[in-house]
Nanobody, 123 residues
Framework: QVQLVESGGGLVQAGGSLRLSCAAS????????MAWFRQAPGKEREFVAS????????YYADSVKGRFTISRDNVKNTVSLQMNSLKPEDTAVYYC????????????????WGQGTQVTVSS
């Protein structure tokens, strides 16, 4: 089992930045692909970014490409999401997720989930 705990959410004005972190514990000897998803009120959970165990492969949703950066530290068992140039449409609960094997961008591919952290971007 892997436990995931997100932090770093909050309220920010449009154009601002936030950095989300996800700390993994439990069975973390890997290799696990990690990802961030988000879910806005009334909408389905959507893929944001994913990163392979080695960090050699990274995918971003088109909506965040060029603004968000995903990274990981396998020694500290953490994955981060640096979010710049935030827009009101980025407002959502952001979830950290982990899966064994290669990258994925569908939420049903991921085995472990955090509880989520709220990000609110005001206009």
């Amino acid at each position: 089992q892997v436990q995931l705990v997100e932090s770093g959410g909050g309220l920010v004005q449009a154009g601002g930045s936030l950095r989300l972190s996800c700390a993994a514990s439990g069975r973390t000897f890997g290799p696990y692909a990690m990802a961030w998803f988000r879910q806005a009120p009334g909408k389905e959970r959507e893929f944001v970014a994913s990163i392979s165990w080695s960090s050699n492969n990274i995918y971003y949703a088109d909506s965040v490409k060029g603004r968000f950066t995903i990274s990981r530290d396998n020694v500290k068992n953490t994955v981060s999401l640096q979010m710049n140039s935030l827009k009101p449409e980025d407002t959502a609960v952001y979830y950290c997720a982990a899966k064994t094997g290669g990258l994925g961008y569908r939420f049903d591919e991921y085995d472990y989930w955090g509880q989520g952290t709220q990000v609110t971007v005001s206009s």
